[in-house]
């Protein structure tokens, strides 16, 4: 088979800006550059623009416009929904969240620890699974919030995010979920969740980095992360990215007009990908319960080799995978999800992510079937028995 130019199956690391999301921002980078926030009309006239893509992305997750805080992306939103809940309840300083979520509320959390705050993180089964009756036994009279991930970033493995939002609320814990590798895969209901945050990034859905969003529920109270001028109605300082946010909008749109194919298609070919490496690769197993999980995501062990020499000769062969989240790329330590789940060393540093996106195509994936199980081969026998 000829080899395609690239085949980009790390889709939950990044993806490439949509067209239509380009031709979107580009009148705000060349002509309506002004301050929103200025007294005259160059400024002025941007509201328009700002309000329409705020509504966009509010659609995106059936939300109200009001409810959306734009932000620099997922990073700051989960940090900044577990900062406000502690400052606008200072009595209670324990926090639960899990032990499998990403880096920026992991890291967060445990920088909170350091400073005297508790934190339990919930344990998850071999198999990735969340023990719902472990989260209602770790809420306490003084836990601030529960902040649980609503897709893993590494496995795609779903939490039943409903059901734990309402556990906390009967019990007056406020709840946070990361559905940042959600948005474009999967439908999301903010109205039907009743989350009282969940925090999105703009560059995992075809829009550029460096933009996101906290949603935040009507009447929960909110004490800004950063703070500076009254923009965002005085919940997150700093000039508005009008560009940015502009694409974030028409790249909502474009996500929600996709989300059958990235439902149906995308699973299809993410199934055709992980069955025929199963099949092929001897000693090879998937990380993770087949479902619930997102549409787009297979995460498999390759027994006996490392997944630092099989990204290198998929690189060679033009394709991109990861080895689990890009935040983390260059660590020498196994991943902390896989070790939650009870892999080994050896099995969490020989598994690879394949994360696939609409974009992709079944020429492509025939080709992955065609070098990887060589690259495997290969591999081991240059691997000491």
Same mark, same amino acid.
């Given at each position: 088979?000829?080899?395609?130019?690239?085949?980009?199956?790390?889709?939950?690391?990044?993806?490439?800006?949509?067209?239509?999301?380009?031709?979107?921002?580009?009148?705000?980078? @060349?002509?309506?550059?002004?301050?929103?926030?200025?007294?005259?009309?160059?400024?002025?006239?941007?509201?328009?623009?700002?309000?329409?893509?705020?509504? @966009?992305?509010?659609?995106?997750?059936?939300?109200?416009?009001?409810?959306?805080?734009?932000?620099?992306?997922?990073?700051?939103?989960?940090?900044? $929904?577990?900062?406000?809940?502690?400052?606008?309840?200072?009595?209670?300083?324990?926090?639960? !969240?899990?032990? =499998? /979520?990403?880096?920026?509320?992991?890291?967060?959390?445990?920088?909170?620890?350091?400073?005297?705050?508790?934190? !339990?993180?919930?344990?998850?089964?071999?198999?990735?699974?969340?023990?719902?009756?472990?989260?209602?036994? %770790?809420?306490?009279?003084?836990?601030?919030?529960?902040? =649980?991930?609503? &897709?893993?970033?590494?496995?795609?493995?779903?939490?039943?995010?409903?059901?734990? %939002? &309402?556990?906390?609320?009967?019990?007056?814990?406020?709840?946070?979920?990361?559905?940042?590798? =959600?948005?474009?895969?999967?439908?999301?209901?903010?109205?039907?969740?009743? &989350?009282?945050?969940?925090?999105?990034?703009?560059?995992?859905?075809?829009?550029?980095?460096?933009?996101?969003?906290?949603?935040?529920?009507?009447?929960?109270?909110?004490?800004?992360?950063?703070?500076?001028?009254?923009?965002? @109605?005085? @919940?997150?300082?700093?000039? /508005?990215?009008?560009?940015?946010?502009?694409?974030?909008?028409?790249?909502? +749109?474009?996500?929600?007009?996709?989300?059958?194919? $990235?439902?149906?298609?995308?699973?299809?070919?993410?199934?055709?990908?992980?069955?025929?490496?199963?099949?092929?690769?001897? /000693?090879?197993?998937?990380?993770?319960?087949?479902?619930?999980?997102?549409?787009?995501?297979?995460?498999?062990?390759?027994?006996?080799? +490392?997944? /630092?020499?099989?990204?290198?000769?998929?690189?060679?062969?033009?394709?991109?995978?990861?080895?689990?989240?890009?935040?983390?790329?260059?660590?020498?330590?196994?991943?902390?999800?896989?070790?939650?789940?009870?892999?080994?060393?050896?099995?969490?540093?020989?598994?690879?992510?394949?994360?696939?996106?609409?974009?992709?195509?079944?020429?492509?994936?025939?080709?992955?079937? +065609?070098?990887?199980?060589?690259?495997? &081969?290969?591999?081991?026998?240059?691997?000491?028995?």
């Amino acid at each position: 088979m000829n080899s395609p130019a690239r085949c980009y199956f790390d889709h939950n690391a990044t993806t490439a800006v949509a067209p239509e999301v380009v031709e979107a921002m580009l009148p705000f980078l @060349r002509e309506y550059w002004g301050n929103p926030s200025s007294s005259y009309t160059f400024g002025r006239q941007l509201a328009g623009p700002l309000g329409e893509a705020r509504a @966009r992305v509010a659609a995106l997750i059936n939300a109200d416009p009001r409810e959306i805080i734009f932000t620099s992306g997922g990073t700051e939103s989960n940090n900044a $929904a577990i900062h406000s809940a502690l400052a606008t309840q200072p009595g209670k300083r324990h926090i639960v !969240t899990t032990a =499998v /979520e990403h880096s920026a509320t992991i890291k967060f959390v445990q920088l909170l620890q350091k400073q005297g705050y508790a934190v !339990t993180f919930l344990p998850v089964s071999p198999d990735g699974a969340l023990d719902l009756d472990q989260v209602e036994q %770790a809420l306490r009279p003084d836990t601030a919030i529960a902040s =649980v991930m609503w &897709a893993n970033n590494e496995t795609g493995l779903l939490f039943p995010v409903q059901e734990i %939002a &309402a556990r906390c609320r009967r019990r007056g814990v406020l709840f946070h979920t990361d559905a940042v590798q =959600v948005a474009g895969k999967l439908p999301i209901d903010a109205q039907a969740l009743e &989350a009282d945050f969940l925090s999105l990034s703009a560059h995992k859905l075809h829009a550029p980095k460096g933009i996101g969003l906290l949603y935040l529920k009507r009447g929960v109270k909110y004490q800004p992360y950063i703070v500076g001028g009254g923009q965002e @109605r005085g @919940r997150r300082g700093g000039t /508005e990215n009008v560009a940015n946010i502009v694409a974030f909008g028409r790249a909502a +749109e474009l996500a929600r007009a996709n989300l059958a194919q $990235a439902e149906t298609r995308v699973r299809a070919l993410r199934d055709r990908l992980e069955a025929g490496l199963l099949r092929q690769i001897p /000693e090879t197993v998937r990380n993770g319960a087949r479902e619930p999980r997102l549409p787009n995501t297979s995460n498999l062990a390759f027994a006996g080799v +490392e997944a /630092e020499g099989i990204l290198l000769l998929l690189d060679q062969a033009g394709i991109c995978a990861s080895s689990g989240s890009a935040c983390t790329t260059g660590s020498l330590e196994p991943s902390h999800v896989l070790t939650a789940m009870g892999c080994s060393a050896a099995r969490a540093r020989g598994s690879i992510r394949f994360s696939l996106g609409i974009a992709n195509t079944a020429a492509e994936v025939d080709y992955a079937l +065609e070098r990887l199980p060589g690259i495997i &081969a290969r591999l081991r026998a240059l691997t000491p028995a």
